[in-house]
């Protein structure tokens, strides 16, 4: 299979923006990530899929807890930060919600608890158990990611 053709098809499927927080040590460690989806209602489960090479893997290995943060369009900053597209290190402050590093400003934050970890290819798929959320109605619209360019609704 051709790479480029799979990312450029796979980059087709427009997506929210998410930064993927846990905390180690007392050290709170942030990746974006739009490999996000909802899983189960009953109980509530969601999964994120962390690439093997990404420092994020070990760190939630050892947490076994995570916050997902729904970024608002506001916080395209924040996205490149996490993903290390912005090379200058910033200080980025974060609430606790149930114990975990959730992100301010965000749309959503969703605290869980992993509750398996699926190795698959080069990525390992975490399943977790939702034990806290925050919904922000008024952080207003999300960011979206859409063909590598962060983009924004339009009415
Ligand atoms: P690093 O590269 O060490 O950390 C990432 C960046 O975050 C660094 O610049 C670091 O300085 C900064 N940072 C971390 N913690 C803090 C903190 N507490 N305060 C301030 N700065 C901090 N990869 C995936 O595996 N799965 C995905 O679903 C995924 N989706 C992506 C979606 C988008 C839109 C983009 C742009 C990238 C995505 N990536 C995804 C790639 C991933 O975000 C990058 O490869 C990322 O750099 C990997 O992070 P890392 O854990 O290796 O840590
Ligand atoms: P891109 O244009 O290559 O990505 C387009 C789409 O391809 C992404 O939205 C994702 O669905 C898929 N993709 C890209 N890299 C992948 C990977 N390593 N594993 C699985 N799926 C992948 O790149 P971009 O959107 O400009 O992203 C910038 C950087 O972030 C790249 O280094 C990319 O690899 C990484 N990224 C990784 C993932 C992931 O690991 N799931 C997702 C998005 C972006």
Not at 13 to 24: E, L
Not at 111 to 117: D, M, S
Not at 119 to 130: M, P, Y
């Amino acid at each position: 299979m051709n790479e480029r053709l799979f990312r450029q098809a796979m980059g087709k499927f427009a997506t929210g923006v998410t930064v993927v927080a846990t905390k180690v040590g007392g050290k709170v460690h942030g990746m974006t990530a739009n490999a996000f989806m909802s899983v189960s209602l009953n109980p509530t489960l969601v999964v994120v899929s962390i690439a093997e090479k990404a420092q994020m893997l070990e760190y939630m290995k050892k947490s076994k807890q995570f916050s997902v943060n729904i970024l608002s369009a506001e916080q395209k900053e924040l996205s490149m930060i996490f993903a290390g597209q912005l090379k200058e290190n910033r200080e980025v402050s974060f609430d606790q919600l149930g114990g975990v590093p959730v992100l301010p400003g965000a749309i959503a934050q969703v605290v869980c608890e992993v509750t398996a970890a699926h190795v698959e290819g080069d990525h390992t798929l975490f399943i977790g158990k939702v034990k806290e959320l925050q919904v922000n109605e008024h952080r207003g619209d999300p960011l979206i990611y859409y063909s590598g360019q962060y983009r924004s609704l339009a009415e």
